[in-house]
């Protein structure tokens, strides 16, 4: 075991100093002779890469780790994206479990890197289980945060949070823009504010209000519209057979025709549970780019499967 963790570390030390050659390598201003860089900033994932965009007006570089079709609970940086990391000023994290092993190696590779959470002053909630799930010791090691639910941007209230925490880490970084900053984070807020009265019409009038989803990630959103989610997977496991029983009597019972998945999840068991109940498997992406139109895409897909 010493020699599995001493081989572990000479191996982190030889990425990590690959990453700098790499990052020393990278081509010249022809004029100047000096690397050419822009104002950067590192997010986590898409929706993150939204609220930079919308505040800084696109006046910011924005590096997305977790990018399009990739899965956030089991992602590993590529070569090319830490290589990046090293001319970004910030890095926003938003507490996914990755963050907690590669954090401090992203501030190896950049000591000058000043790491933002995105979610500070987020009240988190539990992660949704199910009581058809066996409550073991080890599906609990494997929930994100110790059992606290990390999808923490999908909901509108917890959008303007994120949107302040952003606002005064650019504030902070270019203060000279601070007044086209504030402009531009007044708008956003607006279109929040605005999004959250039109779901709450698109949703309030709704008799059914329990939803199927493979992967519990709407639990903020469920909250703040009263909605119920009932995942297919739970601690990042399927359904044994039992449990997949049980699935498909509670969903006969609710009458649930729709069930959710997103794109970047092997969704055999949803697709199993559909077919015993007739059901339909329809994709919804909580990690799309555009957070303000998913969200209202999302309430509409909700609305339309909750009212057959």
Same mark, same amino acid.
């Given at each position: ?24 390598? /990278? ?12 104002? /950067?900033? +590192? ?7 939204? @609220? ?17 079709? /990739? ?12 290589? $990046?990391? +090293?001319?970004?000023?910030?890095? @926003? ?7 907690? *092993?590669? *954090?401090?190696?992203?501030? %190896? ?9 995105? #979610? ?8 949704? +289980? ?32 994120? $949107? ?13 823009? #601070? ?25 309030? +009038? ?10 519990? $990630?709407?639990?903020?959103?469920? %909250? ?21 029983? =049980?699935?498909?009597?509670?969903? /006969? ?6 069930? @959710? ?6 969704? #055999?068991? #949803? $697709? =199993? ?13 909580? !990690?799309?780019?555009?957070? !303000? ?5 999302? =309430? ?9």
């Amino acid at each position: 075991m010493k020699i599995q963790n001493r081989s572990l570390k000479i191996l982190s030390i030889f990425f990590l100093l690959f990453i700098i050659l790499l990052s020393a390598c /990278q081509p010249e201003n022809q004029e100047t002779g000096l690397q050419e860089k822009s104002t /950067q900033v +590192t997010v986590s994932i898409l929706p993150q890469a939204y @609220f930079v965009d919308r505040i800084s007006g696109g006046s910011v570089s924005v590096n997305v780790m977790v990018g399009p079709g /990739q899965e956030a609970h089991t992602y590993e940086p590529k070569p090319e994206q830490m290589r $990046a990391l +090293t001319q970004s000023n910030i890095l @926003f994290t938003i507490g996914l479990e990755y963050e907690a *092993v590669w *954090v401090p190696r992203f501030k %190896d590779i950049n000591p000058n890197l000043a790491i933002i959470d995105s #979610a500070k002053g987020i009240q988190r909630i539990p992660l949704t +289980t199910d009581h058809s799930h066996e409550d073991d010791e080890e599906s609990h090691e494997d929930e994100e945060n110790e059992g606290l639910d990390p999808h923490v941007w999908l909901s509108p209230e917890n959008g303007k949070i994120i $949107a302040e925490n952003t606002l005064v880490a650019l504030n902070a970084l270019i203060p000279e823009s #601070a007044e086209m900053f504030r402009e531009n984070f007044d708008a956003l807020i607006a279109d929040i504010e605005n999004l959250d009265r039109d779901i709450n019409d698109t949703l309030n +009038t709704l008799e059914q209000r329990k939803f199927m989803v493979f992967h519990p $990630a709407w639990g903020y959103f469920a %909250d703040h519209y009263n909605l119920e989610q009932f995942p297919v997977q739970v601690g990042g496991q399927d359904p044994s057979p039992s449990e997949l029983a =049980a699935l498909v009597d509670m969903a /006969q019972n609710e009458k649930i025709k729709v069930i @959710f998945v997103q794109p970047t999840f092997n969704t #055999a068991s #949803a $697709a =199993a549970v559909a077919q015993e109940i007739g059901a339909e498997v329809a994709v919804i992406d909580p !990690l799309a780019k555009d957070w !303000l139109s998913n969200l209202e895409s999302a =309430a509409k897909a909700f609305k339309s499967a909750l009212s057959n």
